[in-house]
């Protein structure tokens, strides 16, 4: 499946009290290849593997594919992945027609906020609320799997 979403810093906080969930996400990645990634996610009590594909030129579409597995698997799993991890807050913000996930950054990456929303093609209209930033589609440095490597931390 193709998954087609752009990505926006935060610039406040107000996400959070629209918010309509927030789940704690610790996930690591087997593999980080830039033609593929292969991650590992632990989310409440669940797991999940997600494999994602290469992005496209313009970083709004790549092929996606996710399972849930069993959460002492993915626990098994995590242990196996390359160094690093990604912990972070995950909050659900419905805006319009869209939903909103707000990753609030924990860790090596904490004070990174970025909102990504997914949209059914890559000309859909969607509303941007007040706290939406400056847009980071297809910005290599504000993908999980490179925030392992080079953490917001170590920024310049």
Not at 8 to 31: C, G, H, P, R, W
């Amino acid at each position: 499946m193709t998954e087609i979403e752009r990505k926006f810093l935060v610039n406040s906080n107000d996400f959070k009290v629209e918010a309509s969930k927030k789940t704690l996400f610790i996930q690591a990645y087997l593999n980080t290849h830039p033609e593929r990634t292969i991650r590992i996610r632990i989310s409440d009590d669940r797991g999940y593997m997600t494999i994602k594909g290469k992005s496209s030129k313009n970083g709004l579409s790549r092929y996606e594919w996710e399972k849930e597995i069993p959460l002492d698997e993915a626990e098994e799993l995590l242990k196996l992945c390359e160094p690093g991890k990604i912990e972070k807050y995950r909050y659900h913000v419905n805006v319009g027609d869209h939903m909103y996930e707000v990753d609030e950054f924990l860790g090596d990456n904490q004070g990174l906020v970025l909102a990504e929303v997914e949209l059914q093609d890559e000309e859909e209209e969607f509303k941007r609320p007040d706290w939406l930033g400056k847009e980071v589609t297809g910005n290599l440095e504000y993908y999980n799997s490179k925030l392992i490597t080079k953490p917001y931390k170590n920024w310049n």
